[in-house]
């Protein structure tokens, strides 16, 4: 198994407060990425990291920040955590030659009240 | 742009039935292809992969081929057992990644 951890696995948060989830890898694979899955909607991207402070957006970027300050760490930031953003979010990661293949981390299953 | 469609489910057989999971995607270029499963409670895992047409991948008893004339990638089985029981997800790698919805599967005893 790809060495990926996400923390925390389990969080809850009120509405209108700010949440980090963080995404850890020990495969020094140059791509990352954040997802979010939520019943009828599958999987969903929301950013994305190609390297060291490099980062873009994906589909439903609106609302999140990321930041990845070491190779082997990828932040994801609610800055005002609100209902809608009630999900399980998935951390996956890359290599930088083709196929590539994603490797997913366990999922943070993150409920706003 | 590029997409993937996969039969809906929930799909619910006995325990050493056939499997088909049916996969067709939309590219614009010459994608890579992937089944992915996924237990309760866990991330998605790597189950098989195809790079360029006519090519199989197999892993665990299961098997898909790249199948550029028809667009497809199905994936089969051919006996299932309850620890097969899961959501599986096609997706396929162009520019970008692009998964299917998930098809659940429930294989009863």
């Known amino acids: 198994d790809a060495g990926i951890t996400q923390s925390p696995r389990h969080k809850v948060t009120e509405t209108g407060t700010p949440v980090t989830l963080r995404c850890h890898q020990t495969e020094n694979h140059r791509y990352m990425y954040w997802y979010r899955q939520d019943p009828g909607h599958g999987l969903r991207l929301i950013h994305y990291s190609y390297g060291v402070k490099d980062t873009d957006k994906g589909e439903v970027s609106d609302g999140y920040s990321v930041s990845r300050s070491k190779t082997e760490d990828f932040l994801l930031t609610l800055e005002s955590a609100t209902s809608s953003q009630t999900s399980v979010y998935f951390c996956?990661?890359?290599?930088?030659?083709?196929?590539?293949?994603?490797?997913f981390g366990p999922g943070t299953r993150l409920t706003v009240t | 742009g590029d997409s993937v469609t996969q039969m809906e489910g929930p799909v619910t057989l006995s325990e050493e039935a056939f499997l088909t999971i049916n996969c067709t995607y939309t590219?614009?270029?010459?994608?890579?292809l992937f089944w992915y499963v996924q237990y309760p409670g866990e991330g998605l895992q790597l189950l098989l992969k195809?790079?360029?047409?006519?090519d199989k991948g197999s892993n665990k008893g299961f098997e898909a081929t790249y199948r550029k004339e028809t667009t497809s990638f199905h994936l089969e089985k051919g006996s299932v057992q309850v620890s097969d029981s899961a959501v599986y997800f096609c997706a396929l790698r162009d520019n970008d990644m692009r998964f299917g919805a998930g098809t659940r599967l429930t294989v009863k005893p």
């Open positions: 195809a790079t360029k047409a006519d």
């Open positions: 590219a614009t270029g010459y994608p890579s």
């Open positions: 996956a990661i890359s290599e930088s030659t083709g196929p590539y293949e994603q490797y």
